[in-house]
């Protein structure tokens, strides 16, 4: 299959940018939670359950497509034309942080964003069963985190990591496709590492020796294609926490 090629101007990057960042501020400012782009239909948000339409035309896929091309760095650009599917998260000051999956569906360009809150969230106001919290005090082990989209697995996960990270001197390491919450060092130093931007795959990732470190791996490793997800460490770290889809 041909490569597509999209021209790129100021004046086109510029509108189109505009145009993105109106859906998005539309997102934030309904308190909604995803904000979905297919063609031959209204962009539409998700609010407390429900989808609603915005204003505006009915969208194009080549449109939905050149919306995000401003964004997108060369090697992603690549990696859509040849994997017609792609993960980033991005940040636009004043507004917030968004994780975007760009896909075809009937043969044309369409995109799924979720609104990242701009703070990790803290254990004790997600709600869960005091069980939950004692796993980010495991000495060793492996946490597994599944559900289906939108269940809440990023932001359990995150919540633990915010935990350790608050309570206990500890080398965190997370490997993420992509990086969604933003972590600031507290008792531990955090680094975050993003696959196809700071490391060339999850396995790169963890190659060198993580004797000590709290690991987060999002997504699960090599379950989007297929592969049985494996994780070899050289040295055991103290809790490794994988999500699961």
Known sequence: MAKRRVPNTHDRGRRLICLNWAWLRSLVDSGGSDLLLVDDASAQILVAGNWRPLDGDTLHGEAILDAFDAVLTSEQR????????????????????????????????????????????????????????????????????????????????????????????????????????????????????EVGEDTPAFASALRHDVDGHAIYISRGVGCERGQSPRIRFNCPPEITLLTIQ
């Open 78 to 193: 690549d990696a859509f034309a040849r994997e017609r599917d792609l993960d980033f998260a991005y940040q636009i000051d004043g507004l917030g942080r968004f994780r975007v999956n760009l896909h075809y569906q009937r043969g044309t360009p369409a995109a799924a964003v979720r609104s990242i809150p701009g703070a990790p969230p803290k254990l004790e106001d997600l709600g869960l069963p005091d069980a939950v919290q004692s796993l980010a005090s495991f000495n060793s082990g492996l946490v597994l985190v599944t559900g289906g989209t939108g269940h809440g697995k990023s932001t359990t996960i995150a919540g633990l990591i915010e935990h350790i990270n608050q309570k206990r001197r500890a080398h965190i390491l997370t490997v993420e496709d992509p990086i969604e919450y933003l972590f600031t060092n507290g008792q531990s130093i955090i680094e975050q590492r």
